[in-house]
Structures are given as structure tokens and as C-alpha cells.
């Protein structure tokens, strides 16, 4: 007995160990922090930004493990709300069929444009979400629409039928703040493509800010239609790290709202470097891929 009681609490112990190995949470000076610190900083907010790289094993695993422990923590007097940048906004009504178990799964992806990467990646939150009847928001601009911007520039959407534009933010959509636009340059410049130089790159952001102001209509309305929620919302990391992007955009939609943004990195090692990390978001959590089992 004695000794199945050790062999037991060394598989904890191991289990812990390969944990922190594959990921390490720090706030946004660099200060190591646990995941007990990002739940309590929730008691005082409403919506939850989750930042990651879309192929990131780790950052997914983290979702679910956040999500859940958020669900434990606050769905006694809380309304937990799951928002997704991987739906569009013209799908919710197929989304909100699945939740309800109407429709069949296979159903559910082929008429919803799922990701290429959901049943790995994200599935995993929308059955945490089903199984425990909360919310899930299709957040995210049709990617035709998105698509038309990139090509003919943010007023062809002035084109698009009442209908249509009901999947969209509210027309006009404010432009991309001067920090998010040099970043956003500094990256298509990184690329060394010149079709991304110009009218192109222009046209390019506002096809970016359209997907952010989207997102953030999106949250916003689910901020005033849900009493008390709590809100965590799952996007690519660029969207929303240094509190740019869809957190600026909901402070127009709903300017008493109160948010944190969370900025998952893949890196090779879990140092904090402040010449790359600093001040991404209010919790930065750096991921080891290669630790995965």
C-alpha cells in the first residue's frame, strides 16, 4: 500500500513538472505569475482577450484549462460567455443549433465553415461550452466581406444589402488607431512583399480592422444582452496583444467595459525577454512547443 501511495504521488509530482514545462505565465512586466492570479483578475472584469498563434498545441490546451476553471470559479453568480474569432457572424444561427443538440456535429461543420483545425484545436471549447449549456459567439466578419475590403477598400461595404451588412460592425467602422497601424505596416514590411506597399497595404488594414471592430461589435452586443457575463474570447494574438486592435474598438461599442488581454507566445525558451515581450498584455504566457507529449 505504501508503496502505491508513493508511486501515486510521484506521477502528481512528474505531472506538475512536465506542466510548468510547457508553459510559464508572467504579467506584463515580466513578474512570474500563476494561473490562480489570471482567474482573480477576472473577479473585476468583463471580458477576457485569449491571444494566440492559431497552431499553437499548448495555447489550446490552455483555452480549455482556463475556460473550465473560469466556468468553476464564477458560473455560480456569472454568466461565462465563449467568444471565437474561428465562426463568422452569419453562421451563429447554426452554431446556436449545435449547441442545442438539434443538428448532428457533421452538420454543424459542414454548413459552419469550421476552421481546418477544429475538431484538434477548438472543438474541445465548444463541447466544454455545450456540455455546460454556456454561450458560444460566432464573433467574426464573413471572410467575403473581409475579402472585398483587402480588394476595393472599406467603402465597397457601403455596396452590401441591409441584410448583409447585419454580419458586419456598424458602418463606418473606425480606422486602425497610429500604434496598431505602425504595427501592423512594421509586419507587412517584415515580409519584403511589395503588393503589400501602398493603396494594397491600406486597403489591406482595413480589411484587418474590419475583422477587430467585427469582433468587438460582436462582444459588445453579447456585453448588453447577458446580464453579469464574463466573457473569454479566443483570437489570433495580433488582434488584440498590447491591449490594440478589438480591446480599442470595444471602448467605442462599450466604453465602461472592463477587460484583460492575455497574450499567448510560442517561444523556444520561457524567459521573459522585455525586448519582445514587455507589456503584450496583462498576463503574457510563453509556450514551449516541443514539450508537448
Do not use: C
Not at 40 to 69: N, P, T, Y
Not at 131 to 143: E, Q, S
Not at 173 to 191: E, V
Not at 216 to 237: C, D, Q, T, W, Y
Request: proline content about 3%; hydrophobic content about 40%; aromatic content about 8%.
Amino acid at each position: 500500500m505504501r508503496l502505491l501511495l508513493i508511486l501515486f504521488l510521484t506521477t502528481i509530482v512528474v505531472f506538475g513538472q512536465e506542466n510548468q514545462e510547457k508553459y510559464k505565465i508572467f504579467d506584463s512586466n515580466g513578474s512570474p505569475k500563476q494561473l490562480d492570479d489570471v482567474l482573480a483578475r477576472m473577479q473585476s472584469v468583463d471580458v477576457v482577450f485569449i491571444g494566440e498563434q492559431h497552431d499553437d498545441k499548448v495555447a489550446h490546451q490552455l483555452q480549455l484549462e482556463i475556460l473550465k476553471s473560469a466556468f468553476k470559479k464564477y458560473a455560480t453568480n456569472r454568466s461565462v460567455v465563449l467568444s471565437l474569432e474561428m465562426f463568422e457572424r452569419d453562421v451563429q444561427v447554426i452554431l446556436n443549433e449545435y449547441l442545442k443538440d438539434l443538428i448532428t456535429e457533421t452538420h454543424f461543420l459542414s454548413s459552419s465553415r469550421a476552421w481546418n483545425n477544429y475538431k484538434t484545436d477548438y472543438s474541445p471549447l465548444v463541447e466544454f461550452a455545450k456540455a455546460n449549456g454556456l454561450d458560444v459567439v460566432a464573433a467574426n466578419a464573413p471572410r467575403r466581406y473581409v475579402n472585398l475590403v483587402s480588394r476595393k477598400g472599406k467603402n465597397s461595404l457601403n455596396l452590401l444589402s441591409d441584410e448583409a451588412k447585419r454580419w458586419i460592425a456598424p458602418l463606418p467602422y473606425a480606422d486602425a488607431s497610429a500604434r496598431y497601424t505602425n504595427k501592423f505596416i512594421k509586419l507587412m514590411n517584415s515580409g519584403g512583399d511589395s503588393t503589400h506597399q501602398g493603396d494594397n497595404q491600406r486597403k489591406l488594414l482595413e480589411a484587418q480592422s474590419l475583422w477587430d471592430a467585427t469582433m468587438a461589435f460582436s462582444i459588445s452586443e453579447s456585453l448588453n444582452r447577458i446580464k453579469n457575463p464574463l466573457i473569454i474570447h479566443v483570437n489570433g494574438a495580433f488582434h488584440s496583444e498590447e491591449g490594440l486592435g478589438i480591446p480599442e474598438h470595444l471602448k467605442s461599442y462599450s466604453p465602461k467595459a472592463r477587460f484583460i488581454v492575455i497574450t499567448i507566445r510560442r517561444e523556444n525558451s520561457l524567459t521573459f525577454d522585455p525586448s519582445k515581450h514587455l507589456n503584450l498584455g496583462d498576463f503574457v504566457i510563453l509556450t514551449r512547443q516541443e514539450a508537448i507529449n
